[in-house]
């Protein structure tokens, strides 16, 4: 089901006040990068899944730091609100336009710096994508960690609001854990650099990591400085099949001993075939054959086959190196794409204690059977981290009941509404019940003293009021 956000809220970029700062606007970026012509904005106005659809007056397209503070002090003046927006793969509709707001694309912030392989470090613009990045520590003998499906299209800003996450999260934490630094613009159109990334600081709170996972409602983030780490060029991987969730769960304290040990996904089967019949590929072992995949990637200088090989000695699964290891990570990426191909999903991002993940998927087909026993689903995720992405093909009018049912058995099992993906406008309502009263308040009173206009990706986040 696609869901239309602010949809009430005329976007006619002739109507006033918009007409005014469409040519504020245009004095500020040049006409090439205000984009008013309906097909012009519509690929900005829905997400790569056609799962959020708004409208915007205009997108506007800054090229430094100091055009996007002159485009939100413009903004604010007008009245309109600004929705940021990187490679648009978001998945909670945090970046699509909404209620007659600017759409802000960080597109043109494709700048990457010099890799600094003395501090292993790097900075990149906004609009750098993820695949880009890597290319560019890899011609360094360096890598950047995190890593997902969209890499192609996903971007560092866009992964730096969302505290994206990925395969490698295992090895080295989420995107938080890779932010040394940030340039950032605030609403009052200030600009914040701090790229100097310097490994030791203690001089009071670090903004940088406060603007992580802030989904675009404190700053507009243009550029980030980014940890490195070392490119490993062997690795090998194995696609695992277990009997049962709880079985791949007991896997997990055999897996983290392996030495080089670089990615835990999961699979469950129908996650498997799906990918598999929209690849046209035969699956590597039979999907109906069993209760759950774990798929092990190892990555090291030395070759990783034997520590692989070894594990399989006790296993039921198959060992992927070189072209067979490729082909495993295509299917693996085209979860989400096969998903897409079939319909607009109910697409949840939940994790929990790793012990309570078949607990979480249980509670999930039993919710299906009573509330849409016609619907399908579809589960795969990071196994090692207990976060798995909840796809519910045509549950209809269930949908909403359904989403309830997942939100409320992820936090009822001490764990979270959103591991990954954020909470966009889809789970806003959400989050005082994830994290309490007094934990939304500190953090409103933190929105409110850096935008106390509100102009920066309301209804993100927080609900309004
Ligand atoms: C993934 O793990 O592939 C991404 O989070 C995308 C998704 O959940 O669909
Ligand atoms: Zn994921």
Redesign the pocket.
Known sequence: MTTTVGGATPADPAAAPVAGLVASLRAIVGDAHVLVDADMRATYETDWLGQWHGTTPCVVRPGTAEQVAAVLQACAAAGIAVVPQGGNTG?VGGSVPRGGAVLLSLQRFTELGPVDTLAMQVTAGAGVTIEQLQQHARAADLDFAVD???RASATVGGAVNTNAG??RVVRFGTMRAQVAGVQAVLADGSVITQLHGLPKETAGPHLPSLLVGSEGTLAVVTAARLRLVPWFRSSAAALIACDSLVDAVALLPQLRHLPSLDAVELLMPEALALACAHLAVRPPIEPASAGAFVMVDCAAHLDPTDELAELLQLQRGVLAVGAQRDLLYRIR?H??IA?GARGVPL?L?VAVPVQHLDRLLRAVRQGLRTQAPAAELIV???LAEGNV?V?ILGAGDAEPRMRDLVLTAAIDLGGTISA??GIGVAKADWLERLKGPAAVAALRAIKQALDPGNLLNPGVLYPPG
Request: overall charge negative.
């Open positions: 998945l997902w499906g969209a990925g395969s990426d979860v989400t998903i697409k991002d795969f995720g990071h992405h796809n990954e993906h």
